[in-house]
């Protein structure tokens, strides 16, 4: 018997490793998408929030693949679609990142309030659950140290 031949079947690559790159770009988009609807437009005037929500809401927002030139500073660095400031900027002036018009900004750059509230009423809902699963977690650990013995003083 020579068992030498099988070692070369091994070395072989499988081919199934092709079919993983097409689910990760169908992944990809479902993730960009839904960073755009969790992101809040802050540091622009009610109408151009409007403009933007609008814009998300059915489907026309398209997120920048680079930055864009800032009207102001000349940098590469709006982020956002359809704005032509950049933040710092934006901020300073104290004007709509998008049309540059000084009018009331619905929420401000450095007020993220609203985002973070919300997530913390997601989180509560969830330990709540979860709390319930750990007691019973808490119970299998305890067994398990008590039996280690660890005598260390
Ligand atoms: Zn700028
Ligand atoms: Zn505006």
Not at 27 to 54: M, R, Y
Not at 97 to 114: H, Q, R, W
């Amino acid at each position: 018997m020579s068992s030498q031949k099988g070692n070369v079947t091994l070395s072989r690559p499988q081919k199934h490793q092709n079919t993983f790159t097409f689910k990760n770009d169908k992944f990809d988009k479902s993730v960009q998408t839904k960073t755009i609807n969790a992101k809040l437009h802050d540091g622009v005037c009610q109408p151009c929030k409007e403009v933007l929500e609008w814009s998300i809401k059915y489907s026309k927002y398209k997120p920048l693949s680079k930055p864009n030139t800032c009207v102001k500073c000349s940098q590469k660095a709006v982020k956002d679609s359809y704005h032509i400031m950049c933040r710092p900027c934006a901020y300073e002036l104290q004007v709509c990142a998008k049309c540059g018009k000084k009018e009331d900004i619905v929420i401000p750059f450095n007020k993220e309030i609203s985002e973070s509230s919300e997530n913390q009423g997601f989180n509560h809902g969830r330990s709540c659950k979860r709390k319930e699963d750990s007691d019973e977690d808490f119970g299998a650990e305890a067994d398990s140290d008590g039996g280690d013995g660890d005598t260390h003083a």
